[in-house]
């Protein structure tokens, strides 16, 4: 005979389980989608993209039956616009994403923030598709060059603003420069006029030196004048002495 008493105890135990966890993974499902909902977003309102949403869901004036047509143009304007405000915070995802990883391994910043940049990377995930779905609606097939076209808009915003601080930079070292050879100008001007000065003062004492040389080259010579005197009498009396001793000897022979 089945013991049915001792079958509806472990059924029931079974059941009551599997309800607790159920209930407990719903709460905690809602606790954290509240959680996360509260949480402050990546990014900061997208304008770009409400003002698209504005030109195309045109309400009408008061006392018009129909809002007026937006030319297709200033859709497409607009759009591409979005599309380009889209790829700035797609860079910034990319460039954020390691960064945190490592950070949230080290265990350096809380999970807060990792639920806030999971949330922004799905939304810019879903902007992207609706970017291009509504490129589809304008114009067939301009969602798969839309980014492109968005993307080189980017890169040549960011050269103009290289460009720009370039020029900037080359005007402030431009004034540097003036400044810098103005200050080595008068500073060469007054060596100039410094060793002009000390070369006039060397001019007056050349003659002075000169006319101390012609002195001092006068006595010299009267010097060697003098003491050529009883040289040449020496020598007048060496030649007489010689002449006599050659007398002599010619008159013994």
Same mark, same amino acid.
């Given at each position: 005979?089945?013991?049915?008493?001792g079958?509806?105890?472990?059924?029931?135990?079974?059941?009551?389980?599997?309800g607790?966890?159920?209930t407990?993974? #719903?709460?905690?499902?809602?606790?954290?989608?509240? =959680?996360?909902?509260?949480?402050?977003?990546?990014?900061?309102? /997208?304008?770009?993209?409400?003002?698209y949403? #504005?030109?195309? /869901?045109?309400?009408?004036?008061?006392?018009?039956e =129909?809002?007026? +047509?937006?030319?297709?143009?200033?859709? =497409?304007?607009?759009?591409?616009?979005?599309? =380009?405000?889209?790829? /700035?915070?797609?860079?910034?995802i990319?460039?954020?994403?390691? *960064?945190?990883?490592?950070?949230?391994? $080290?265990?350096?910043?809380?999970?807060?923030?990792?639920?806030r940049f999971?949330?922004?990377?799905?939304?810019?995930?879903?902007?992207?598709r609706?970017?291009?779905?509504?490129?589809?609606?304008?114009? %067939? %097939?301009?969602? &798969?060059?839309?980014?492109?076209?968005?993307?080189?808009?980017? %890169?040549?915003?960011a050269?103009?603003?290289?460009?720009?601080?370039?020029?900037?930079?080359?005007?402030?070292?431009?004034?540097?420069?003036?400044?810098? $050879? @103005? &200050?080595?100008?008068?500073?060469?001007?007054?060596?100039?006029?410094?060793?002009?000065?000390?070369?006039?003062g060397?001019?007056?004492?050349?003659?002075?030196?000169? @006319?101390?040389?012609?002195?001092?080259?006068?006595?010299e010579? +009267?010097?060697?004048?003098? #003491?050529?005197?009883?040289?040449?009498?020496?020598?007048? *009396?060496?030649?007489? #002495?010689?002449?006599? &001793?050659?007398?002599?000897?010619?008159?013994?022979?």
């Amino acid at each position: 005979m089945v013991d049915w008493v001792g079958l509806v105890i472990p059924f029931a135990y079974l059941s009551l389980l599997i309800g607790s966890l159920a209930t407990f993974s #719903s709460l905690y499902r809602k606790r954290k989608a509240a =959680k996360s909902s509260s949480l402050e977003p990546w990014f900061g309102p /997208h304008i770009q993209r409400d003002i698209y949403l #504005s030109l195309l /869901h045109l309400e009408p004036e008061p006392g018009q039956e =129909k809002a007026p +047509a937006v030319p297709d143009s200033i859709l =497409k304007a607009a759009l591409l616009q979005r599309a =380009k405000a889209d790829i /700035h915070r797609l860079l910034e995802i990319r460039s954020a994403k390691q *960064a945190l990883t490592t950070l949230l391994q $080290r265990g350096s910043v809380g999970d807060d923030l990792w639920q806030r940049f999971l949330r922004a990377e799905k939304e810019i995930e879903a902007e992207l598709r609706d970017v291009v779905e509504e490129a589809n609606a304008l114009a %067939n %097939n301009w969602g &798969t060059t839309i980014f492109q076209s968005a993307n080189e808009m980017v %890169n040549n915003e960011a050269l103009r603003q290289k460009v720009a601080e370039i020029q900037a930079q080359g005007k402030a070292d431009r004034e540097w420069w003036d400044q810098e $050879r @103005a &200050t080595i100008q008068s500073n060469f001007m007054k060596e100039l006029d410094r060793n002009s000065g000390t070369g006039a003062g060397t001019g007056t004492l050349k003659p002075n030196a000169a @006319a101390g040389a012609e002195k001092g080259g006068s006595d010299e010579d +009267a010097v060697l004048v003098e #003491s050529g005197e009883p040289a040449a009498s020496g020598s007048a *009396a060496n030649s007489s #002495s010689k002449g006599g &001793t050659s007398r002599k000897r010619k008159g013994k022979k």
